[in-house]
């Protein structure tokens, strides 16, 4: 299946259950989000677990997209002091980002895979947060 054919049968598919996407980067939140539920390559080597353990429960992470630095890890409260989101737009992300996560992980069984990871970032619009998808890639299934 084509990259791009897999990309629109995504945003399809959350749209269906009124997810707002976009493909526009413009009015970014400047923070990748990255929900997670099987151990990853670089997750598996920070955290010295095993690459593809289930992980206990999903767990969400923020990295400060910040052209001077390396994508630091971010946790709520840096988020709202360096005033990268407000409080309520960190709520909407953080239960958007859950949303996705069992959405897609559906989505992925239905074609025998397991979603272990997923790659966002946010956009502010006139009717608040959108999401975008950022690839998915061939280690975030299993």
């Not at 593809?52 to 001077?68: N, R, S, T, W």
């Not at 025998?112 to 966002?120: D, R, S, T, V, W």
């Amino acid at each position: 299946m084509a990259k791009t054919s897999l990309n629109k049968q995504i945003n399809d598919y959350l749209r269906d259950r009124n997810i707002p996407m976009t493909i526009n980067e413009k009015n970014r939140i400047n923070m990748n989000v990255v929900v997670r539920r099987y151990a990853t390559k670089g997750f598996a080597k920070t955290y010295g677990v095993e690459l593809k353990q289930k992980l206990m429960c999903p767990v969400i992470e923020y990295y400060y997209i910040h052209e001077e630095l390396k994508r630091p890890l971010l946790n709520e409260s840096h988020i709202i002091a360096l005033n990268i989101a407000y409080v309520y737009e960190l709520e909407m992300i953080k239960e958007y980002s859950y949303d996705i996560f069992e959405a897609l992980s559906i989505f992925f069984k239905d074609k025998g895979y397991i979603l272990a990871a997923i790659k966002m970032i946010f956009v502010r619009d006139e009717d608040g947060i959108i999401v975008k998808i950022k690839e998915i890639e061939k280690e975030d299934c299993l």
